[in-house]
């Protein structure tokens, strides 16, 4: 498959160990529509103790030959962002079996799409991470990772995408005998969510379910083979339509 965009958002820091703070931010694809301009995301921990959570973010900003970078968005030490996403607050804490939020505020230029990686990482606080206890709490939750044999924690990154405020979706579909190719010749990112690649003959001989993002101005296709056929959830912002092609 050539110009393919399919990021894999989520990523283990740290191993997990067996007691302590255990966090889950759910999805990991998350997308700010054209007509807003705040998100809330939260997260969960179904651990034994509290998880303080640090969230950072980070623009990712592609070069003309398809490579990319992560720039910090500097909002984490109360300067307000004026052209990137912020997170608010970007200290957490959240309590065992509990849930907490921050809400994600875009500023700035959106002609185009943008897109973010928000890294939600559990630390055991200190004074410089400006969460908001003691210094004698935090002793004490330092007390008990030692006392529960907490050696680890564990982070999440997810993507988010910011729509252009003017979004534009128009999908061109190429379908020949052998081969199909879809384009995304709108101005915002398109989904092929849970694509599967199955035997018309042979039962549960299929190919691990895949999750697709298509960019403005790239292409999906697929070398149609003989005897298989393909199965996918076309997302256009909140539109959404069943594909099924025969090989």
Not at 78 to 93: E, F, N, T, Y
């Amino acid at each position: 498959m050539k110009h393919l965009l399919a990021w894999v958002g989520l990523s283990m820091f740290c191993s997990v160990a067996v007691a302590g703070p255990q966090i889950s931010v759910g999805v990991v694809y998350d997308y700010l529509q054209g007509d807003k301009s705040t998100y809330m995301k939260r997260v969960f921990n179904g651990g034994t103790t509290t998880a303080f959570v640090k969230v950072s973010v980070l623009e990712i900003i592609y070069n003309d030959d398809g490579s990319y970078q992560e720039v910090p968005v500097e909002n984490q030490a109360g300067v307000i962002a004026r052209d990137g996403l912020m997170a608010s607050p970007a200290r957490l804490i959240v309590p065992a079996n509990g849930v907490q939020g921050t809400r994600l505020l875009f500023m700035g230029d959106r002609s185009k799409e943008r897109y973010f990686r928000l890294r939600f990482v559990p630390v055991v606080p200190e004074a410089e991470d400006e969460f908001a206890v003691s210094a004698e709490e935090r002793e004490e939750y330092k007390q008990e990772r030692m006392a529960a044999g907490v050696k680890v924690l564990a982070g999440y990154g997810t993507v988010f995408f910011v729509r252009p405020k003017d979004t534009r979706f128009e999908t061109v579909i190429d379908n020949t005998g052998s081969r199909y190719s879809l384009r995304n010749n709108g101005n915002s990112v398109v989904v092929i969510d849970e694509f599967k690649d199955c035997s018309v003959q042979k039962t549960n001989d299929c190919e691990p379910t895949l999750k697709h993002h298509v960019m403005a101005g790239k292409t999906f296709s697929i070398d149609k083979q003989p005897g298989r056929e393909y199965r996918f959830t076309l997302i256009e912002g909140d539109q959404q339509k069943e594909i099924e092609i025969k090989g």
